[in-house]
């Protein structure tokens, strides 16, 4: 497993997107799941609080919370480190 800041991944894969534009690509990667020998996931990191709590915001509102994981596919049984699931 591997698992990565939302912000880094943008910064690694050196693209020339801004964030929200980037986040937006990642979301369809994730949903299409289609990126051969992995499996990507994004989550909210359980570690960092909102900047502003109480107020109502998109899901994936707060770059700096967003966490990416990439796994291979065929590793059944592992537990998911983002929600505890069995993947």
């Known amino acids: 497993k591997w698992i990565i800041g939302f912000s880094k991944l943008a910064e690694k894969c050196g693209t020339a997107m801004d964030l929200r534009q980037f986040k937006y690509t990642m979301k369809t990667i994730v949903e299409d799941d289609r990126i051969p020998d992995y499996h990507i996931a994004m989550s909210f990191d359980p570690d960092k609080k909102p900047e502003t709590p109480n107020v109502t915001t ?7 919370r967003i966490l990416v994981k990439f796994w291979p596919r065929g590793r059944v049984g592992d537990v998911d480190y983002l929600d505890g699931n069995t993947i």
């Open 58 to 64: 998109s899901r994936w509102g707060s770059n700096k």
